[in-house]
């Protein structure tokens, strides 16, 4: 069911002045979907835009990877966390990788995450869906050479 949006472009008074019966059959209008719908006192009903927040998460299809890749729509911008328990620690914590190579802000667009259905898979795709181009995004381990290893979250470079 679309939603309805009414705006009062005067008073609100008015609006709550029309008889009930005005009243009902403007809200009928605007429910039935009838595009812009003008009342009494300069009332419009227009169709709501979908409620869409400005990130999209999803998780990579590896049964054995606890991480959640998180993607702003406008920007590509990437992140990515999972779910650690240190050892001894009766409560986890959120660990979120730092940004690398690729995974800042790209050029605007319009984004999305698409993971594959490899089930092997700890990485996601980001897609702009305006140009067509895809990069893919993963948790890069780099050893140090003291021993141990940093890890950072990268992108490929976008390609078609």
């Known amino acids: 069911m679309q939603g309805i949006v009414l705006s009062v472009a005067r008073s609100r008074t008015r609006l709550r002045n029309l008889m009930p019966g005005g009243r009902s059959t403007l809200a009928a209008l605007a429910f039935a979907g009838l595009g812009t719908v003008a009342g009494a006192g300069g009332a419009l009903a227009q169709p709501a835009a979908p409620a869409q927040g400005a990130y999209e998460f999803a ?17 590509g911008e990437m992140n990515v966390c999972q779910f650690e328990r240190p050892e001894g620690s009766a409560v986890g914590i959120t660990h979120c990788f730092a940004q690398g190579e690729g995974a ?15 089930e092997g898979e700890t990485g996601i795709f980001r897609v702009n869906r305006d140009t067509g181009e895809m990069s893919i995004c993963y948790v890069r381990e780099t ?5 141990g290893a940093d890890s950072s979250l990268v992108c490929t470079p976008a390609a078609r």
């Open 59 to 75: 998780a990579p299809p590896s049964a054995q990877a606890n991480r959640v890749y998180g993607l702003n729509r406008q920007t």
């Open 104 to 118: 800042g802000p790209q050029k605007a667009g319009s984004y999305a995450l698409a993971p594959t259905h490899y």
């Open 143 to 147: 050893a140090r050479p003291q021993g």
